[in-house]
C-alpha cells in the first residue's frame, strides 16, 4: 500500500518551498520543470489535499503545505541529528536552525550575528522567531533560544554566553528638571517607566547595596509608579531618551546611549539581580553540529562585544 507521506517527498518540498517557484526548484534538482510539476501534483494526490496555490506568476503555500513545510524541516533537522549522534555525517553544519530570542536582544545582537554566521556555514539555514515570552519546549518550534537567565527545566541545556545587569538610567535633561534620586526610597516620587516583560513582577524593582561597609544587606524592593509602561523594551529606552523617566534595563541595550551621554545611570551604588545571557537548548540536540557551532559562534560574537556593554 503506497503511503501518502513519502519520506523522500520531506527533502523535495523543503527545497521547491525554499526556492519559490517550480522553475527555481527544477534548476536545483536538475529535473525538468514539468518533472517537478508531476511530482507535486503526485503528493497532493496521494494527500488528497493542496499544498501549493499555483498561479501563472508566484508560487505561495496552502495552510496545509505551511504546516507540511514546518514539520518536514523539523523531521529533517532530527534525521540530521542522528546521523551526527550515530558518527554517519561528518561535523559540517548543515540543515534547518530554529532560533529564538527576545525582541530588543535579539534584534540589536543575534540577527546581525545569523548573517555572519551563515556566510560561514553555507549549508545552515536559519529561521529567526523574536517573541517576549520564550517559546514552551513541549511545542518543539525552536532548537537555540537566546534569553535573559538560565531556564529552570531540566530537560534543556543552559550554557552561559555573556554576564549581563541591568542598569536603572535617565536622560539628564530629566534628572536635571526632576533631581536625581540619593537612594531607593527616592525612586517612589520619580516616573519610572514600566515594562511588561516575561513573568517579572510589573513595577517591582530589587536593589542589592554593593557598597556597604558593613554585612551583605538584603535587597530593597521598590514599588514603583509611572505614567508610562509598554511591553517593548526599545520603546521604553525610547522614551527615557526623550526625557520622559528613569527606566531600567539590560546593560546591552542602554550601553551605548549611557556612553554618548544621552542616559545617565542612577543608583550606581546599587544593583539589580543578574539578567546574564544564555543559550537555551534541548539535551537532544547537544551533538547537533548546527547547535553547537551557533551556540560556539554566538558566545565568541558576545565575548567581543562585553566590553562595549560594560562600558
Same mark, same amino acid.
Given at each position: 500500500?503506497?503511503?501518502?507521506?513519502?519520506?523522500?517527498?520531506?527533502?523535495?518540498?523543503? &527545497? %521547491?518551498?525554499?526556492?519559490?517557484?517550480?522553475?527555481?526548484?527544477?534548476?536545483? @534538482?536538475? *529535473? =525538468?520543470?514539468?518533472?517537478? !510539476?508531476?511530482?507535486?501534483a503526485q503528493m497532493e494526490a496521494r494527500l488528497g489535499m493542496a499544498l501549493i496555490n499555483r498561479t501563472t506568476r508566484r508560487m505561495s503555500l496552502t495552510p496545509e503545505g505551511?504546516?507540511?513545510?514546518?514539520?518536514?524541516?523539523?523531521?529533517?533537522?532530527?534525521?540530521?541529528?542522528?546521523?551526527?549522534?550515530?558518527?554517519?555525517?561528518?561535523?559540517?553544519?548543515?540543515?534547518?536552525?530554529?532560533?529564538?530570542?527576545?525582541?530588543?536582544?535579539?534584534?540589536?545582537?543575534?540577527?546581525?550575528? &545569523? %548573517?555572519?554566521?551563515?556566510?560561514?556555514?553555507?549549508?545552515?539555514?536559519?529561521? @529567526?522567531? *523574536? =517573541?517576549?515570552?520564550?517559546? !514552551?519546549?513541549?511545542?518543539?518550534?525552536?532548537?537555540?533560544?537566546?534569553?535573559?537567565?538560565?531556564?529552570?527545566?531540566?530537560?534543556?541545556?543552559?550554557?552561559?554566553?555573556a554576564s549581563n545587569r541591568r542598569v536603572m538610567c535617565a536622560a539628564p535633561a530629566y534628572l536635571a528638571e526632576h533631581g536625581e534620586p540619593k537612594a531607593p526610597s527616592d525612586l517612589t516620587r520619580?516616573?519610572?517607566?514600566?515594562?511588561?516583560?516575561?513573568?517579572?513582577?510589573?513595577?517591582?524593582?530589587?536593589?542589592?547595596?554593593?557598597?556597604?561597609?558593613?554585612?551583605?544587606?538584603?535587597?530593597?524592593?521598590?514599588?514603583?509608579?509611572?505614567?508610562?509602561?509598554?511591553?517593548?523594551?526599545?520603546?521604553?529606552?525610547?522614551?527615557?531618551?526623550?526625557?520622559?523617566?528613569?527606566?531600567?534595563?539590560?546593560?546591552?541595550?542602554?550601553?551605548?546611549?549611557?556612553?554618548?551621554?544621552?542616559?545617565?545611570?542612577?543608583?550606581?551604588?546599587?544593583?539589580?539581580?543578574?539578567?546574564?545571557?544564555?543559550?537555551?537548548?534541548?539535551?537532544?540536540?547537544?551533538?547537533?553540529?548546527?547547535?553547537?557551532?551557533?551556540?560556539?559562534?554566538?558566545?565568541?560574537?558576545?565575548?567581543?562585544?562585553?566590553?562595549?556593554?560594560?562600558?
Amino acid at each position: 500500500m503506497s503511503l501518502a507521506i513519502q519520506p523522500a517527498d520531506l527533502g523535495f518540498f523543503s &527545497i %521547491l518551498a525554499t526556492a519559490g517557484s517550480l522553475g527555481a526548484a527544477a534548476r536545483e @534538482l536538475a *529535473l =525538468s520543470t514539468s518533472a517537478v !510539476s508531476k511530482r507535486l501534483a503526485q503528493m497532493e494526490a496521494r494527500l488528497g489535499m493542496a499544498l501549493i496555490n499555483r498561479t501563472t506568476r508566484r508560487m505561495s503555500l496552502t495552510p496545509e503545505g505551511k504546516l507540511y513545510l514546518e514539520h518536514a524541516r523539523r523531521i529533517l533537522g532530527e534525521i540530521d541529528d542522528l546521523e551526527q549522534l550515530l558518527g554517519v555525517a561528518n561535523a559540517t553544519p548543515s540543515g534547518l536552525l530554529r532560533v529564538n530570542a527576545a525582541p530588543v536582544f535579539g534584534r540589536r545582537h543575534v540577527a546581525p550575528a &545569523i %548573517l555572519r554566521f551563515i556566510r560561514r556555514h553555507r549549508q545552515v539555514e536559519v529561521q @529567526l522567531q *523574536l =517573541s517576549v515570552q520564550p517559546p !514552551s519546549l513541549a511545542d518543539d518550534v525552536f532548537d537555540v533560544c537566546i534569553r535573559y537567565g538560565a531556564a529552570p527545566d531540566t530537560r534543556v541545556i543552559a550554557r552561559l554566553l555573556a554576564s549581563n545587569r541591568r542598569v536603572m538610567c535617565a536622560a539628564p535633561a530629566y534628572l536635571a528638571e526632576h533631581g536625581e534620586p540619593k537612594a531607593p526610597s527616592d525612586l517612589t516620587r520619580h516616573n519610572c517607566i514600566g515594562i511588561h516583560e516575561g513573568d517579572e513582577s510589573y513595577g517591582i524593582w530589587r536593589l542589592i547595596n554593593t557598597h556597604s561597609q558593613t554585612q551583605a544587606l538584603p535587597p530593597e524592593t521598590v514599588k514603583t509608579r509611572g505614567d508610562l509602561s509598554t511591553n517593548d523594551g526599545e520603546i521604553a529606552v525610547g522614551w527615557a531618551l526623550e526625557g520622559h523617566g528613569i527606566v531600567m534595563r539590560s546593560q546591552w541595550d542602554v550601553a551605548p546611549h549611557l556612553r554618548d551621554g544621552r542616559l545617565v545611570e542612577v543608583l550606581p551604588q546599587y544593583r539589580t539581580p543578574d539578567a546574564d545571557i544564555y543559550a537555551i537548548y534541548p539535551k537532544r540536540h547537544q551533538l547537533s553540529a548546527r547547535v553547537r557551532a551557533f551556540v560556539d559562534f554566538m558566545a565568541a560574537t558576545l565575548l567581543q562585544g562585553d566590553s562595549d556593554a560594560e562600558g
